[in-house]
């Protein structure tokens, strides 16, 4: 059911915008969502499923190329377009719209050189795709490092004894890479590309570190199976390997010496996503508990005309619009700065994800019995949500990064 749309500035352009991209996900990806959940992580991701049918409709519609200016063929939207997009789709399914906001990380970080060369190898297939066969993934963590990778500015990211496991020697014209990352590649399994983050300088630790666009399609490259998880089932993540795999050197966009502002770069997009994300979880939740509690009878009165249901829908009200609100405000500020505050964008991340959980939570007890079946989507919308907390690194962590970041701030 629609909310009231607080900005009264927002344009007929994004207001048909979010319907259509509405009605594309509720009608669309959550009936799709909901099968895939049922299905083993093989299954979801063998040749002609329901998972590349879905993807391969979204790529028709061009909803791949969100943050593909358009200048090279992309959308080119602005920052409070993307937000609507990626919040609408999320409505649907949280895991259809990560995957497809990391099919897009080769293309995007091309964007950035937007040099010849990188506009013909990896914006226009990507751009002119429209099969979903041209697919990234994030390569970041990994089997020893999850959240600290993206822990710029702390103690330890310049401690030598802590590197990264993918790593990288120079011979000739290439690099050479050997190391692994983990099960939680969001595309791992299926992507063509990969945007991976490697270690080129160990005595430096983290912040030593380098991204390269590497073809997945090569020898010396192997992957896991896909992994099985409690939520964002639709959402294929798995191991990638490497074995004396080859990346030309221009293909290495980032090299030590901006390797942090980089890493810092990427987590104030990634983690103001995810806000956007997740506001669509929790809008989505609250609409269904809404609808069920004024069609369910208890006591011989409707759950939504008991004083208790009401309180609980208020405050699952208030999460959702101060999620969206704020995470509106961090995508819109940070997308239109350089550098951009990046603790605002982990502020958002991790604000809208445990709203997402509260919400769904609330949503769970408002449905009663039926919100553990699966008879209804709420109980899975709740395991998508608590996967949130975790994804694009853990909100504990996120909120020590961000606590350093405050302090350096007021102490340097």
């Given at each position: 059911?629609p909310?009231t749309?607080?900005?009264l500035?927002l344009?007929?352009d994004?207001v048909?915008?979010k319907?259509?991209?509405?009605?594309f996900?509720v009608?669309?990806?959550?009936?799709?969502?909901?099968?895939?959940?049922?299905?083993?992580p093989?299954?979801?991701?063998a040749k002609?499923?329901l998972?590349?049918?879905?993807?391969?409709k979204?790529?028709?519609l061009?909803y791949?190329?969100v943050?593909i200016?358009?200048?090279?063929?992309?959308?080119?939207?602005?920052p409070?377009?993307t937000?609507?997009?990626?919040?609408?789709?999320?409505y649907?399914?949280?895991?259809?719209?990560?995957?497809?906001?990391?099919?897009c990380f080769n293309?995007f970080?091309?964007?950035?050189?937007?040099?010849?060369y990188?506009?013909?190898?990896?914006i226009v297939?990507?751009?002119?795709?429209?099969?979903?066969?041209?697919?990234?993934?994030?390569?970041?963590?990994?089997?020893?490092?999850?959240?600290d990778?993206?822990m710029s500015?702390?103690?330890h990211?310049?401690?030598p004894?802590?590197?990264?496991?993918?790593?990288v020697r120079?011979?000739g014209?290439d690099?050479?890479?050997?190391?692994?990352k983990s099960?939680w590649?969001?595309?791992?399994?299926?992507?063509?590309?990969?945007?991976?983050?490697?270690?080129l300088q160990p005595?430096?630790?983290m912040?030593g570190g380098?991204?390269?666009?590497?073809?997945?399609?090569?020898?010396g490259i192997s992957?896991g199976?896909?992994?099985?998880k409690?939520?964002q089932?639709?959402l294929?993540?798995g191991e990638?390997?490497?074995?004396?795999?080859?990346?030309p050197a221009?293909?290495?966009?980032?090299?030590?010496?901006?390797y942090e502002?980089?890493t810092?770069?990427t987590l104030?997009?990634?983690?103001?996503?995810?806000?956007?994300?997740?506001t669509g979880?929790a809008?989505?939740?609250?609409d269904?508990?809404?609808?069920?509690s004024?069609?369910?009878?208890q006591?011989g009165?409707?759950?939504c005309d008991?004083q208790?249901?009401q309180?609980?829908?208020f405050?699952?009200?208030?999460?959702?619009?101060?999620?969206?609100?704020f995470?509106?405000?961090?995508?819109k500020y940070?997308?239109?700065t350089?550098p951009?505050?990046?603790k605002y964008s982990i502020?958002?991340?991790?604000?809208?994800?445990?709203?997402?959980?509260?919400?769904?939570?609330?949503a769970?007890q408002?449905f009663?019995?039926y919100?553990?079946?699966?008879?209804f989507?709420?109980?899975?919308?709740?395991?998508?949500?608590r996967a949130?907390?975790i994804?694009?690194?853990?909100?504990?962590?996120?909120?020590?990064?961000a606590g350093?970041?405050?302090?350096?701030?007021v102490?340097?």
């Open positions: 059911m909310y749309e607080l900005d500035t344009a007929e994004h048909a915008l319907e259509a991209v509405h009605k996900a009608g669309v990806l959550r009936p799709a969502a909901i099968e895939l959940d049922k299905m083993t093989e299954q979801v991701i002609d499923s998972y590349w049918r879905c993807m391969k979204m790529y028709e061009n791949h190329t943050l200016s358009d200048a090279y063929g992309g959308l080119g939207l602005d409070l377009a937000h609507i997009v990626w919040e609408e789709l999320a649907g399914s949280a895991g259809f719209a990560v995957s497809l906001g990391c099919s293309a970080y091309a964007s950035m050189m937007a040099d010849d990188m506009i013909e190898k990896f297939p990507f751009v002119e795709c429209r099969d979903a066969g041209v697919m990234s993934c994030w390569g970041i963590t990994e089997p020893d490092h999850g959240s990778i993206l500015g702390t103690p990211f310049r401690d004894k802590v590197v990264q496991q993918v790593k120079r011979k014209d690099f050479i890479l050997n190391g692994q099960s590649i969001s595309n791992g399994p299926i992507a063509s590309n990969v945007s991976l983050f490697v270690n005595a430096m630790g912040a380098g991204i390269c666009l590497v073809d997945l399609s090569q020898k992957r199976k896909p992994l099985n409690m939520g089932r639709e294929p993540q990638i390997f490497f074995d004396n795999a080859v990346c221009r293909d290495m966009i980032i090299d030590q010496e901006s502002m980089m810092d770069l104030a997009h990634a983690n103001a996503t995810m806000g956007a994300y997740f979880v809008q989505a939740a609250y269904l508990a809404l609808q069920y004024t069609e369910r009878i006591g009165r409707r759950l008991h208790s249901v309180k609980k829908l405050d699952m009200f208030v999460r959702t619009a101060t999620a969206r609100s995470s509106r405000d961090a995508m940070n997308m239109n350089t951009p505050d990046v502020a958002s991340k991790v604000y809208c994800t445990q709203a997402a959980l509260d919400v769904t939570n609330d769970v408002i009663g019995g919100g553990l079946s699966k008879e989507p709420i109980e899975k919308l709740f395991r998508d949500a949130g907390l994804e694009d690194g853990s909100n504990d962590s996120l909120a020590l990064t350093n970041m405050i302090v350096r701030e102490t340097q």
